[in-house]
């Protein structure tokens, strides 16, 4: 409880509103009270020292399910990045990206698999310890270490820019790894220096020089040893996958989560939806993403997937596939992050189905209960809005307030009282 002038009192925010994510409802006016760092009530008379945001409109705060805070950002120079910068100039940059994403209302990530040389280090992890401790602002990360993937795959950095043998490559420990011994090593190492969930790749992808986008890299043999390492320790695995094929080969082998997903077809939704899982969605970078300057072969290949986003999008949310909201940072900026919600609405989901995706769906993917929500109990994970977002998703672009873990990162409103 925060100490006032007449005893222990909690923090209030009132608002013009909130939403009821859940419900998919405004509920007026919008009264959270706050002890610590949790909510400790919804609703009622103001109470305590009160943080008053005017005619704002609260939210939880919002998570993407696909980031690489490691990558992008002020001062990179994306096509010399991997020969030049060393891990500590990529951890002084995630510094920078972390500080944008939060303010932008993201108040949890995933970071979604590092594929840099790194020495073995494990950087995702490094940045969620130290914005853990309080030593730089950011949000809470689920670290994913190093993406697993095979000799020429899509996350094997040698094969985006197609340097010459010996040049750049990674080590298992960094998740270039072939074979059922070399994936268990691979994923082990992860585990053991801290990786909260695991990420391979899957399928090809936009960008990869080698072979088709949709073409599955890994055996069903690899991918079931992958999954059987992560399931057994209690982690779960992200798949990099557009292919339909290489989604259906994903979900019979246990893989959790497709990331992307964009050339599915009916059967393979069909498989997510009775298979209980999850797709990220990574849609605005269909919209967004610069191919302009990549070999034309790259350019003809983004020509012919990214229409196919929008209609898989729109066949897996009408066939009920739980959808979390992820936008691939640095694919799309860092910090602008609610794009990836105005694309959705655009492409056809309904704005209360897409702030579901950006809360408790993710909060569900990551398995954890205590945020995503504003109820009782729940972290008090706090954001706000010039508007009603079930109205206008374009609202969630404009965060004037946010607040993780009870402790206040941004207010543009003047009156605190």
Request: hydrophobic share 45%; charged share 25%; glycine share 12%.
């Amino acid at each position: 409880m925060r100490q006032g002038a007449g005893g222990l009192v909690p923090l209030t925010l009132k608002a013009a509103g909130l939403v009821d994510v859940d419900a998919g409802e405004l509920v007026r006016p919008g009264i959270v009270k706050v002890d610590g760092d949790r909510i400790v009530g919804i609703g009622g008379s103001p109470e305590g020292e009160v943080i008053d945001l005017g005619d704002a409109v609260l939210l939880p705060g919002l998570m993407d399910m696909e980031v690489n805070l490691l990558m992008g950002g002020r001062g990179e120079n994306p096509g010399l990045s991997q020969v030049q910068d060393d891990p500590a100039t990529r951890v002084l940059r995630a510094v920078g990206n972390a500080r944008r994403t939060l303010r932008a209302g993201f108040t949890t990530v995933r970071n979604l698999g590092l594929f840099v040389k790194t020495g073995g280090y494990l950087l995702d992890v490094a940045l969620a310890k130290a914005i853990d401790a309080g030593w730089i602002d950011g949000p809470r990360i689920v670290p994913a270490g190093h993406a697993i993937t095979p000799t020429g795959g899509h996350l094997d950095p040698s094969m985006f820019a197609a340097f010459m043998p010996g040049v750049l490559e990674l080590t298992v420990e960094e998740g270039i790894a072939n074979g059922v011994d070399e994936i268990r090593k691979s994923v082990r190492y992860q585990i053991k220096h801290g990786a909260q969930l695991i990420k391979v790749c899957c399928s090809g992808g936009v960008m990869s020089l080698t072979g088709e986008a949709g073409a599955q890299h890994y055996s069903d043999e690899e991918l079931r040893v992958i999954v059987d390492e992560a399931h057994r320790r209690g982690l779960r695995v992200a798949a990099h996958t557009h292919g339909a094929d290489a989604v259906k080969h994903a979900v019979d082998c246990g893989i959790d989560c497709i990331e992307h997903g964009f050339l599915m077809d009916d059967e393979a939704i069909q498989m997510l939806v009775d298979n209980d899982r999850f797709l990220v969605t990574t849609r605005r970078l269909a919209q967004a993403m610069d191919v302009s300057k990549a070999p034309k072969v790259l350019q003809d290949k983004a020509a012919e997937m990214f229409p196919k986003a929008e209609t898989s999008l729109r066949a897996a949310y009408e066939a009920g596939v739980k959808i979390a909201v992820g936008t691939d940072a640095p694919a799309i900026p860092h910090g602008k992050n609610a794009d990836e919600l105005v694309t959705l609405v655009e492409w056809g989901m309904p704005p209360a189905a897409v702030l579901r995706a950006a809360t408790v769906v993710a909060a569900d993917l990551i398995n954890v209960g205590d945020r995503g929500r504003l109820a009782e109990g729940q972290v008090a994970d706090i954001i706000a809005v010039p508007g009603n977002p079930l109205q206008d998703i374009a609202v969630t672009r404009d965060v004037t307030f946010v607040m993780k873990g009870g402790k206040v990162f941004r207010n543009e409103h003047a009156n605190t009282n």
